[in-house]
């Protein structure tokens, strides 16, 4: 074989891979072959190797229904194989996650999306390295013309806030977090961005108080 086959080989199995992947989804939603492409899917999907793939198909396909079922395979998934990806595969799929959040033009695959970069957010931002893009893409993401933009920020953050691990990295910044809540609660033109805002808030509010909760409770001894 010679230098150059290599990558070439490579690139062509991916294809490869990527196209058998789109077929068992696009089966899985045909009630004539759900029940053989179920089998096999689960079967495709038991390597962690496999969620980067599954997230670009959630990112790539080009039937929004596919995208959709994608993206809801891999929110079952993600956190379970996240750590045993490659450090450049976590990379890939985090950058992919959030640029398709705000490129997606269907409204069900952009809320299955927000529901994968929640479950991944809950499980990173508590941890030393956090995740500071997801931090920084909400911020944005909250302020943005696109009403579709605010409502994903706040759909993130009511599935974010309802962990109270979470909630406490944003303790630190509350203020400025209410206020961009209070400015969702206000939007003038998307009942959308309303909705989830006052989804974000019940949740926030939840956690706030089982924080104060845990801290209350917390025993004491005399002399400490």
């Known amino acids: 074989?010679?230098?150059?086959?290599?990558?070439s080989a490579a690139a062509a199995a991916a294809d490869d891979d990527a196209a058998q992947l789109e077929l068992l989804l696009?089966?899985?939603?045909?009630?004539?072959?759900v029940h053989a492409a179920e089998r096999r899917l689960r079967k495709?999907?038991?390597?962690?190797?496999?969620?980067?793939?599954?997230?670009?198909?959630?990112?790539?396909?080009?039937?929004?229904e596919v995208r959709q079922l994608a993206a809801v395979l891999l929110r079952r998934r993600v956190v379970g194989h996240y750590e045993q990806l490659a450090a450049a595969d976590r990379d890939a799929l985090k950058a992919l996650v959030l640029h398709r959040l705000v490129a997606e033009p269907h409204a069900p695959p952009r809320r299955a999306l927000a529901a994968v970069a929640s479950a991944l957010g809950a499980e990173?931002?508590?941890?030393?390295?956090?995740?500071?893009?997801l931090l920084r893409f909400l911020s944005d993401a909250a302020q943005a013309p696109t009403a579709e933009h605010r409502e994903v920020a706040m759909l993130v953050l009511a599935e974010l806030f309802e962990s109270p691990a979470t909630v406490a990295v944003f303790r630190p910044h509350?203020?400025?977090?209410?206020?961009?809540?209070?400015?969702?609660?206000?939007?003038?033109?998307?009942?959308?961005?309303?909705?989830?805002s006052l989804r974000a808030v019940g949740a926030l509010a939840t956690s706030l108080l089982d924080l104060s909760l845990i801290h209350i409770s917390e025993p004491t001894r005399l002399g400490m």
């Open 1 to 7: 074989m010679s230098h150059g086959a290599g990558p």
């Open 26 to 33: 696009r089966q899985t939603l045909d009630p004539a072959t």
């Open 44 to 64: 495709a999907l038991k390597p962690a190797a496999a969620a980067l793939p599954l997230a670009r198909r959630a990112a790539e396909s080009d039937a929004p």
């Open 124 to 133: 990173l931002l508590p941890a030393d390295g956090g995740w500071p893009e």
């Open 174 to 196: 509350l203020p400025a977090t209410v206020g961009v809540l209070r400015a969702g609660l206000a939007d003038p033109l998307a009942p959308q961005v309303r909705t989830a």
